[in-house]
């Protein structure tokens, strides 16, 4: 072993090293580890997540432009349950597409960002907002919709690689919904002020001019009163972006309600629009085969929480590949009983 | 039984029965308190004078039905709860979860993210071994230094994790059939610097503990476990080859790519706390050579196999069993799937933390009060994976 204690002294050279290094160590900076929080912070990684939040388009309108269309996914996928949605309906009972009540239990919340995966709508992400202290244990820490909702210009600024790739995404998903929904259009008796035409809505944002005199409420006012009046339909609640994003669905709808629905081109589907009714999509199916029935019973969201879009669901079932008629998450009760009626009906039960 | 020390009855020192002093045992309850015993864990010694001659491991304290949890879930939604078991080591234990559904539902796994399972699962070896041999001189008395040079570089390799799954602890970063995120330029380099620079940390802490004639004394035949006895009680891990018994799942079952890479095993001889010490400092070294021919090699490529549905995944119905190496022992998933395939029917975990647990009164008995404690640190538990 040689002297006592000999390889003690070698160990303290290491601390006195180490020591000393902490505050010289010829500028590597490697050894100065400590941020003098809250006044330095470290700087954060793109991918650093804690809770999540829900992205809207556009500051005018966060309620109208949210991209949640409360398809209830990401409330059933939650590991820890942390999650409630209540659809948001008008007075008629038909959903407006998107949640009325969002609450996200940040207690119970184990920030595994499994709700942003699942996701079908690129709706919900992961913030990196880690202060979050609160004076009350049950209700302070209960995120609701108003919480949640934050600008995708925020999504931008905290993780740039990320939302870049997803406006990508959502704008080659627009592009291509667009030139499908093009040559559909076109041959409908539509009056030529109302043309549901793309040019249309945009001619409507165009009208106000960003130095024209209105406080943010008018103006959010009428761009929405505007985007109605060229998609043909007053929704004064829905903003420009998404009243050109669905416009051409819309007037379809409208077309097709007031015209009967044998009129409809074969491979078309005028029921396929969530704003619609249940009883308003029944009645557009009629005269059709059985797998159209039953797809105008879905919700129409294409939210894939079955595992496959609207049309791929109904023909599952009418092909009798799938047996589970409780798949359908955004239509609730009322698409699980109308199927069942259906499959009754068809003597398939 | 103990006896009272009041004013009324006073201590007396009577002779026993061969002239010597009577003396009684003691029962001392060490724990559930967190800084003594790693977790909330609680040990139930009797104690003649400072000697151990009885202890009983008492659990529990941290149950949280992390099996019956997983069986009302679908097969994704476990994945989170598993970083939760052995909070040191998510990566490792997602590895082992999804390695197992992965064997029920036949998935193959892409290259690259074979090379960067290996990559974080070492990662998570050197940041667990460094750390737990800090917590085991903190038991000894070294009050925090050698703790704390271990946690320094522990941050430099969880900065990497949240470089790449956006947690530094629960990371939920595997997924079946591959990955959630590929591992970009910037986190590859990062770990290529971890990889270079820990070399010179391992010199700088051996050259601190290895010979320090404190550490040799106080953990020298200290806690010794029989190479038969570690095999007859299941145990795994570096505490199974500080006892001589050369097993380690990454070369039996050579599970993932770790047939492709060139490293050694080492083994103890004599099973003592010294020993499971020195096993910790040199499984470092040979995952460094893992890493550096990890990160050598590490191809382009998916980084999850496109045939995976992340949600309404169903495995077909039938039973399996996978292991793998994790910081401290092997680490094993029992999953049954019934006929709708959606979530597991049963759901058990082999945690290693438990069963080397086990053993711990028979490392105990007979030795000291005090060396309980680093018999303890030297087993290297989370009560996470321990109580589930």
Partial sequence: MGLLGKNLFAGMAVTARNFVGSYFDGGRKERLVTYQYPEERMPLPENSRTFPFLVYDEDKDPVGTMRCVACKICEVECPPQCIYIVMDRDEKGKPRQRPKVFDIDISVCMQCQICVEVCPFEAIKMDNDYEKSQYGRFDDLVEHLPDLLKSNDYYRQIKPTEAGAVDAKLKAEKEKKAKKAAPAVVPKPVPAALAPKPAAAAAAKIAIPDDAPFTPEQRQWLSGFLSALGAGVAVPSKSVAEASASAPAEADASAAASAPAAEAPAGDWPWHDAGMGMQQRMDLVKDRSFADKLMAAMAQTDCHACGYDCRGYADAIAAGSENDLSLCLPGEAETESMLKKLMQEAGKV | ?388
């Fill in chain 2, 1 to 388: 039984m103990i006896q009272p020390i009041t004013e009324d009855v006073p201590y007396k020192l009577s002779p026993g029965p061969d002239g010597l002093i009577e003396t009684q045992t003691l029962e001392v309850s060490i724990g559930p308190q967190h800084p003594s015993t790693h977790g909330v864990f609680r040990m139930d010694c009797v104690l003649d004078g400072e000697t151990v001659v009885k202890l009983k491991p008492v659990m529990g304290y941290l149950h949280r039905n992390h099996e019956q949890l997983a069986e009302k879930m679908v097969w994704l939604g476990s994945m989170p709860y598993t970083d939760r078991l052995d909070y040191f080591n998510s990566m490792a234990n997602n590895w082992a979860y999804a390695l197992t559904v992965e064997k029920l539902a036949g998935l193959k796994v892409p290259e690259r993210a074979e090379y960067i399972r290996v990559i974080m699962a070492e990662m998570t070896r050197l940041l667990n071994h460094a750390s737990v041999i800090g917590f085991m001189l903190q038991d000894l008395g070294a009050w925090g230094t050698p703790l704390l040079y271990a946690f320094r570089e522990r941050e430099k390799i969880l900065d990497l994790f949240e470089h790449v799954s956006g947690s530094r602890m629960m990371c939920n970063y595997f997924r079946f059939g591959g990955l959630r995120v590929d591992m970009d330029e910037k986190a590859l380099a990062m770990a290529r610097d971890i990889a270079a620079k820990f070399p010179a940390f391992l010199g700088e802490f051996e050259q601190l503990l290895t010979e320090n004639e404190l550490v040799q004394t106080r953990c020298q035949k200290v806690g010794i476990l029989p190479k038969e006895l570690a095999v007859n009680g299941s145990i795994t891990g570096p505490m199974a080859r500080a006892s001589g018994v050369e097993y380690d799942v990454r070369k039996v079952d050579r599970y993932g790519v770790y047939g492709r890479f060139d490293f050694r095993v080492p083994v103890g001889e004599v099973g003592d706390v010294y020993d499971r010490f020195m096993i910790r400092i040199l499984e470092m070294h040979e995952s460094i050579k893992i890493l550096q021919q990890a990160l050598r090699d590490i191809p382009a490529g998916p980084h999850i196999s496109p045939e995976v549905k992340l949600r309404n995944f169903k495995v077909p119905e039938g039973d399996g069993y996978a292991r793998t190496e994790s910081p401290k022992g092997e680490l094993g998933f029992y999953l049954v799937a019934d006929k709708t395939g959606k979530q597991p029917y049963r759901y058990h975990v082999r945690p290693p933390s438990f069963i080397n647990l086990t053993v711990l009164e028979d490392m105990c008995l007979g030795q000291k009060v005090a060396d309980v404690v680093i018999i303890l640190g030297s087993v290297d538990i989370v009560l996470g994976e321990v109580d589930r």
